[in-house]
């Protein structure tokens, strides 16, 4: 059996660098933001919705201004200067050494020389890892690995990917989907990694 983790929301917590960008661009236009924006906006992100929806819905901004503001924080969302924020969630180094074999890494990153200076600084850079740049399909990597396999993530993509390879799959709900979000789908999910231990 191998397992196939997804990094962030899975293993790797990046909601600080996406809500930190985020206001810091809605700054730069001259929006203020709400005490709570940060957990508001990562809320509102769990339960299905994109950055750009967030700013016309909630911010209330008009198209031309919410999708330059979107562009620019798809642009810098893997800047060196962001990527410092993200930390390992509290139980991810721990299952990572019970489970210590038969582990692979699958993420879609752009930067991949900034991801491995990430691994390097959390120290989890001793496992093998596949990146994909963004349009690229989960499923297809997924293909190329021999076994059988249970997919470990958070996210939609996750969890479709699993699908199409017919493959086991372990959802989390801390990350970027939220419990609501997959209890809507009838698909189980989980608060941690403690269950995939056991």
Known sequence: MTLVFDLDGTIIDSSSRHHILMKEL???NGIS??????????KF???GNSGKRYLTSVMELDEQTASSIQNE?????EDESLLCF???????????NKIEDNIIFLTIRSNEEGLRNELKRLNIDNYPVVVLSHGMNKADALRKIDGDLT???????????ALDVNADFYILNRGFRSKEYWDKRDVPS???????IK
């Open 26 to 28: 809605l700054s730069d």
């Open 33 to 42: 933001t709400a005490s709570d924006f940060a957990d508001e906006y990562m």
């Open 45 to 47: 992100k769990a339960d």
């Open 73 to 77: 924080w798809i642009r810098r969302i």
């Open 86 to 96: 993200d930390e390992l969630y509290p139980d991810a180094l721990n299952t990572l």
């Open 151 to 161: 997919i470990v993530g958070d996210t939609e993509i996750d969890y479709q990917a």
């Open 190 to 196: 989980h608060d941690d990694l403690s269950e995939l």
